[in-house]
């Protein structure tokens, strides 16, 4: 069956079933269990006029997606759920994709990718090889943190119309350990702690910051990915 659910001021676990549903929340702290790939979890405001809640007024919001998502307006976090398909083995490949916000984008424990979009957002991969996407401008309104980044195993991508490099694998010579470009071919900046990227190399331009690293992970150039 599909449905419309609708919370009210309070704090709310809204779901639909196994159904299309659309899922509407209210001024509380919202979670909505998505378990159909067409579910919608949409903020809602109190009155006719207003189409939706902006993030002061709406609480702190939470998608548990069985399916791919990307946040609508208003909504924080996402997490991805570990589902079974048809066969009984793990859904694989899920996507989850943040908003304007500063969001909380999860992984599952299978491979995941994970966008957050604008904002400064934490990115979690759980278990899993997973992409950690940039498809936005970078720099100080977009520093994403990332958990849990496994070098080998895990990938940073960035989209080939935010940085001076051809699509595909990052040439070795473009990626350098340390908080400042030393030559010209340097572009991706990495001090155990923060990625930055340098789109002149050594040259006058400053570099801008990517993203910061929990745990002291290692990273290299087979790391990164341009699409």
Do not use: C, W
């Not at 109190?46 to 548990?64: I, M, P, S, Y």
């Not at 998502?69 to 996507?95: A, R, S």
Request: aromatic share 6%; proline share 1%.
């Amino acid at each position: 069956m599909n449905n419309r659910v609708i919370g009210t001021g309070g704090d709310h676990t809204l779901d639909g079933g196994r159904g299309i549903d659309t899922l509407q929340g209210g001024l509380g702290d919202d979670t909505y269990i998505l378990r159909h790939a067409d579910d919608i979890a949409e903020e809602v405001g109190g009155n006719a006029r207003q189409k939706t809640l902006r993030a002061e007024e709406g609480g702190h919001d939470t998608v548990l997606a069985h399916n791919s998502y990307k946040l609508m307006l208003g909504i924080e976090d996402i997490i991805l759920q570990d589902v079974l398909g048809k066969t009984g083995n793990p859904v694989n490949n899920l996507t989850a994709i943040g908003n304007n916000l500063d969001n909380l984008v999860q992984g599952n424990a299978t491979d995941n990718s994970l966008n957050g979009r604008t904002g400064n957002d934490t990115l979690t991969g759980g278990a899993g090889a997973d992409d950690f996407i940039f498809s936005d401008t970078l720099g100080r309104e977009h520093v994403d943190t990332i958990t849990d980044f496994t070098s080998g195993e895990d990938r940073i991508v960035i989209k080939a119309a935010l940085v001076n490099l051809g699509t595909g694998a990052v040439a070795a010579d473009a990626f350098h350990l340390g908080e400042s470009a030393q030559t010209a071919d340097h572009r991706f900046l990495f001090d155990g702690t923060t990625l930055r990227y340098d789109t002149d190399g050594s040259g006058a331009g400053a570099a801008v910051d990517v993203a910061m690293f929990e745990r002291n992970p290692t990273v290299i150039a087979e790391d990164f990915f341009v699409v």
